[in-house]
């Protein structure tokens, strides 16, 4: 579909300056009520967003934010392996992801983030490559 572009929750979403991550995955068929196409972007800030082109159907084209988790979620449903493995990296089935528990000043963390114009959370998503 064309590009799109959408303000949410304070928050721009671009079809033209996101990442696309998968082809149109179609959701539906021609004989349904709902027929539609999704596709997946990653931003920037690496936020995942899907981008919705409407053939038919009362839904409108828009843009649908994602966590990290929904995406991943959605790309397994949608996607073959060697897509998904693309954009989250390869899948070892020994590893088992750590939790870390730090402790940072919000102020020192705050300060950084507003130099460069981002929220907290996605200033240090954005440290993570």
């Not at 959701?27 to 919705?52: A, D, H, P």
């Not at 828009?62 to 897509?83: K, M, V």
Request: glycine share 10%; with cysteine.
């Amino acid at each position: 579909g064309e590009s799109m572009k959408k303000i949410i929750n304070g928050k721009v979403y671009d079809t033209t300056t996101a990442k696309r991550c998968s082809d149109v995955i179609d959701i539906g068929s021609v004989n349904e009520l709902e027929y539609y196409g999704l596709t997946l972007y990653k931003k920037r800030t690496g936020e995942f967003f899907l981008s919705r082109d409407v053939y038919r159907g009362d839904l409108d084209n828009g843009i649908i934010p994602l966590t990290y988790d929904d995406a991943r979620e959605w790309a397994e449903s949608h996607l073959d392996a060697d897509d998904y493995e693309s954009i989250f990296g390869e899948i070892s089935e020994n590893d088992r992801g750590q939790i870390l528990s730090l402790s940072i000043s919000a102020a020192a963390a705050g300060r950084a983030a507003a130099q460069q114009g981002l929220s907290l959370s996605e200033y240090i998503e954005g440290l993570i490559p």
